[in-house]
């Protein structure tokens, strides 16, 4: 039995008489689609109609035996199998209603494509545009032009596949083809129905209608990637995260850290080296790296965007009262016709500034320094990851070691002739923690640890010691009351 000849016919009794319909897999999972042969007939004794389905790939799905004690609920129940597009009708594709007649139906096959469905439906009308030379239906036509215009970055790709889609199915078989494309037809008019088809997964409430229901689950999601990814950038970059080199210098009290780290100095070291790249954020953070981008933008004729950019912040960052003189330099420099280092914004922008110079505050330059931003982000900061100036700085950087500090030395040997007395705390010659070789030590260098069985037993004695004194002074002065 040919998969692609099966066929299904479904009637319903009139009369009100119990018909009873067996199907494969239908009602538990709406995905899955079943392939067979649907055998329709009716009862000489009862006049029950009894529609048996055999599926190719029965053992897969079981069977569901469906009753139904008058003919309109098995009406429905077919409309509904037509609706949600597990069969379609032969004859009149559009009509997605159950027919109490002859009509033939067949079971739809499941989609070969589950995901970037938008991307599958540009595919077949392209298809459907080459098969028909142009000649689509109006709903077909609307469709396509939208596509084309949302796809427009990808649609020499989806002509492609369209194309050869359409040349393999020249290959096939006149009836495997015909009822290849009597499927891949019927799901698209339940999924991409024309304006004037009303399908029941529009409106069965399987789409949510609230689309703002939707958005806190999926900016908390957005929100966890990039939290997620910025802790993984930066995680060797943070002093909680990885230990600071050579050392950090709160804790062993040497300033090798921030001797290397200057703002301005000669050599950087290859994790700050390293932070430029992140972002031109980073690298314009650190002054380091702002002027080594500025020898790349000089040898590329385009230091007065950063120049630009710096005044910029001058003017934001700056005192109130040097805020007019600043921006007429500004202006003379960078904005005003013939401009000795004249930056190329668009008009409109350059309208903005120009017009809010009139009246200068701190943030009468923030359209124009974000465009150039932009600019330096776009183009210039990439070509400078790859410029020989970036890469020289990368091989000369340094690579600080990671320094060991030791608090406490217990290696340390005794001087020839040296008498130690006792630890002071009590505890024995021979106790691990006590400081000095061969027995013998100095003092104690257990810092009164809880796990010290000498310094628990002195705090106790000490404990008792004060609580007595404590009770006498109470007795005395209880006394004297008296």
Partial sequence: MSLYASSVTLRTVPGGHQTCLVSAGIGSCPNVMANGLMLAGTSSKTGVRLCICLSIHSFNFYFVLFCFRVAGEAHVFGTMLV???YIYPLQNHKKLVMSNDTSLYRF??????TLCVLLFSAIYLAKRNIRKKGMLEPYEQVH???????????????????TEQYKAGKERKK?????????ERAYWIVNRPPHFVHTVVQYAGL??????????????????????????????????LAPCLPSNPWQTDNDSYWTLNMRRVDVPTKMRVERW???????????????DFKIFLKKEF????????????????????SMSTKAETI???????????????????????????????????????????????????????KSPVYKDIQKKARNPEPHNFRLFNSNLSKPAGAKFSEPRCGHSSNHPLAAGGGGESKGCCCLCSSRCQGHDEQNRQEEVKSNTVALDIMRHIKYQHK
């Fill in 83 to 85: 609706a949600y597009g």
């Fill in 108 to 113: 739809q096959v499941k989609p070969p494509f």
């Fill in 144 to 162: 396509y032009n939208h596509l084309h215009e949302w796809l427009n970055h990808k649609w020499d790709f989806i002509v492609m596949q369209a």
């Fill in 175 to 183: 009836a495997d083809r015909v009822v290849f494309d009597c499927q």
């Fill in 207 to 240: 789409r949510n209608p609230d689309i703002e229901a939707l958005w806190p689950p999926l900016v908390l999601l957005l929100c966890l990637c990039r939290l997620v990814k910025y802790i993984t950038t930066y995680k060797n970059h943070d002093a909680f």
């Fill in 277 to 291: 790249s992140f972002s031109l954020f980073e690298l314009l953070s650190d002054l380091r790296g702002r002027d």
């Fill in 302 to 321: 385009s230091g007065e965007n950063l120049a630009f950019w710096e005044a910029a912040e001058e003017l934001k960052w700056g005192t109130a009262s």
């Fill in 331 to 385: 202006f003379k420099t960078f904005l005003a016709p013939g401009a000795p280092r004249w930056i190329n914004i668009d008009g409109r922008t350059m309208g903005l500034t120009v017009k809010g110079l009139e009246h200068p505050h701190r943030y009468v330059l923030e359209a124009a320094q974000t465009h150039v931003f932009l600019l330096m982000k776009k183009d210039t900061f990439f070509r400078y990851l």
